[in-house]
């Protein structure tokens, strides 16, 4: 069944839409619906009206960026290109659809002729933002093979775990990473080929860069079921081992319009640029899906470190309409003097990944003139809630539920809690599971089970909902603490240690001392490989158990 959109044009004093989505997204094209910029003044109609359905077979590569290059070949979409590129030395790279089409089939072909890979296979991808990591996105989606994206942060003990507890029968990685690959090789007993992005040949490794050079651009892309698994996330491992987070053709491929046309805002016009690492799911959010799934332009800068300048220079020296980073790195953009960059096309600006503080998001609105609008989802789900175009912000608040969802804030027993009480933020996923969630931790069905409660898919994050229906992030269900009778989310305290200026981050767990508390300063706070501040081992260096 193809897809079908509706609108209604309301009159009142402003005019909004009325948006239903079904099936393919392939008649998103025919009406040019994506054009169409979003206005959440009348949240309720706009949550009510929304409807996704799911179409038997989905293939994101054909359905969505094949059907850009047909629009494109036409003339019906703006000139953007789909993929901009740059870094620091000033080279730049733009491939139209049609381009990052060719290509992609090429890689496709090396997938699957020269390494041997049938459709459910598993890839594994680490590197950095090079066109390469872009090329095997889609790849893998034409080839039915499923991707696992891992960060170059990892080390050799990282590898070998992700190689072995994936089973994964390819890894593609660069200069850097493949020594350690090499060293823990023979220990994957299920890694059968390996390519690797470089000018330089390697022993037992396809160079990517001469393969491409002889592959044919003609390839049939394979045909998907909706729900077959697509790819393989690594959590952050906040508290533990990362966990194999599985997300099927549609989850994602589907499931990201809720994030590209309602929270990024973004039409076929736009060029977007989000700095995070390709490692993570942040990437396949706001780096691949959500932007293509519009037809905008996905723009990258190949920075190897956080450079507060580069990244005001470059937002200042190219056209890029939407930008998403995290509250880190806004407030270290917002430390500079900002008074010579003019942001002449920049209109919109998001954050995700975990809160950002009110003082954050004044200086940056001081500074551009811009508001930032905050969301709030996981390597589990889609946007689960956002501040939308057309909404008031309420600083500090996660907004309002994304339309794909209906969360709530629940209690034990899974009973919805009333407006103001704090509990666990919840996605209701009974009687009907929604779009955009993954399906399951991959070999752990007991880790699985333990995220339901009732009828409800438990986040594992605690928060409130306010009167008027916007929610509040207080702490992970395990950093809460207890102190004289409180409960206190370490979040609230960490905003008012930030706004220090002799501050640059923190982090606050609990504490044995009998009477008081006391601050403790030291040179840096244990990190995830995500950059997430690992708590758990605060905790337990704090409690002596470590």
Known sequence: MLARVTMKMLHHAKCFQRLAIFGSVRALHKDNRTATPQNFSNYESMKQDFKLGIPEYFNFAEDVLDQWTDKEKAGKKPSNPAFWWINRNGEEMRWSFEELGSLSRKFANILSEVCSLQRGDRVILILPRVPEWWLANVACLRTGTVLIPGTTQLTQKDILYRLQSSKANCIITNDVLAPAVDAVASKCENLHSKLIVSENSREGWGNLKELMKHASDSHTCVKTKHNEIMAIFFTSGTSGYPKMTAHTHSSFGLGLSVNGRFWLDLTPSDVMWNTSDTGWAKSAWSSVFSPWIQGACVFTHHLPRFEPTSILQTLSKYPITVFCSAPTVYRMLVQNDMTSYKFKSL????????????????????????????????????????????????????????????????????????????????????????????????????????????????????????????????????????????????????????????????????????????????????????????????????????
């Open 347 to 546: 209109k919109h600006c998001v954050s995700a990944g975990e809160p950002i503080t009110p003082d954050v998001t004044e200086k940056w609105r001081n500074k551009t003139g811009l508001d930032i609008y905050e969301g709030y989802g996981q390597t589990e789900t889609v946007l689960i809630c956002g501040n939308f175009k057309g909404m008031k912000i309420k600083p500090g608040s996660m907004g309002k539920p994304s339309p794909a969802f209906n969360v709530k804030i629940v209690d034990v027993n899974g009973n919805v809690l009333p407006p103001g009480q704090e509990g666990d933020i919840g996605i209701q996923v009974l009687p009907n599971r929604p779009f955009g969630l993954f399906t399951h931790y991959v070999d752990n069905p007991s880790k699985t089970a333990s995220t339901l409660r009732g009828n409800f898919y438990i986040t594992g994050d605690r928060g409130y909902m306010d009167k008027d229906g916007y929610f509040w992030f207080v702490a992970r269900a395990d950093d809460v603490i207890l102190s004289s009778g409180y409960r206190i989310g370490p979040f609230e305290v960490e905003n008012a240690l930030n706004e220090h200026p002799s501050v640059a981050e923190s982090a606050v767990v609990s504490s044995p001392d009998p009477i008081r508390g006391e601050v403790e300063f030291i040179q840096e706070l244990p990190k995830t490989i995500s950059g997430k501040t690992k708590r758990n081992e605060l905790r337990k260096k704090e409690w002596k158990t470590i």
